[in-house]
T-cell receptor, first 117, second 109 residues
């Protein structure tokens, strides 16, 4: 079946540094990928929609200059958290829509746990 | 605005049946999906209802009533491994899914 991978699976960084998270669709092409953030015991909050070859669409309240998204190919989208602060510590999950067995399914990556010290 | 209601927690006995209800209010509606998420893991797709009625996938079934903006997930023959959070997610158009806070299911022996 369709698989989405993320790298790294977890990262610890110092406050003020930048962290890049990669999201790859392994066996299908994804013109659109979605980035979510999830705080402990809370829901998945959509941060932005990443479109291949064009600018990402950010949800209200999400700073586009802080969360840089690049979707350079049909299988790769990256999220860079710039000048990270402890409040950015969260579980970041990407997802893509895959066409499998004639049905359209949303596939999620395994997530990246970011801890900012 | 958009809103979604699910029970926050449900506890059920192994082998039993449990129903998780979901009512939603969205600006657009393109079907209702259900996802399972274990602690520390990513959501995995369980079921999708585009039309009214019941969809059955093994031990899991999902129901949708578009006129009532209501759906439910039915889990039968509960197993310990079913302990997880369950999210209903209405599709709101342009490939978007709207997630609520989820229902934490605890299966006890």
């Amino acid at each position: 079946g369709a698989v989405v991978s993320q790298h790294p699976s977890w990262v610890i960084c110092k406050s003020g540094t930048s962290v890049k998270i990669e999201c790859r669709s392994l066996d299908f092409q994804a013109t659109t990928m979605f980035w979510y953030r999830q705080f402990p015991k809370q829901s998945l909050m959509l941060m932005a929609t990443s479109n291949e070859g064009s600018k990402a669409t950010y949800e209200q309240g999400v700073e586009k200059d802080k969360f840089l998204i690049n979707h350079a190919s049909l299988t790769l989208s990256t999220l860079t958290v710039t000048s990270a602060h402890p409040e950015d510590s969260s579980f970041y999950i990407c997802s893509a829509t895959a066409l499998t067995s004639g049905n359209t399914n949303r596939v999620f990556g395994p997530g990246t746990r970011l801890t900012v010290l | 605005g958009q809103s979604l209601e699910q029970p926050s927690e449900v506890t059920a006995v192994e082998g039993a049946i449990v129903q998780i209800n979901c009512t939603y209010q969205t600006s657009g509606f393109y079907g209702l999906s259900w996802y399972q998420q274990h602690d520390g893991g990513a959501p995995t797709f369980l079921s999708y209802n585009a039309l009214d009625g019941l969809e059955e996938t093994g031990r899991f079934s999902s129901f949708l009533s578009r006129s009532d903006s209501y759906g439910y997930l039915l889990l039968q023959e509960l197993q310990m491994k079913d302990s997880a959070s369950y999210f209903c997610a209405p599709g709101t158009g342009a490939n978007n899914l709207f997630f609520g806070t989820g229902t934490r299911l605890t299966v006890i022996p």
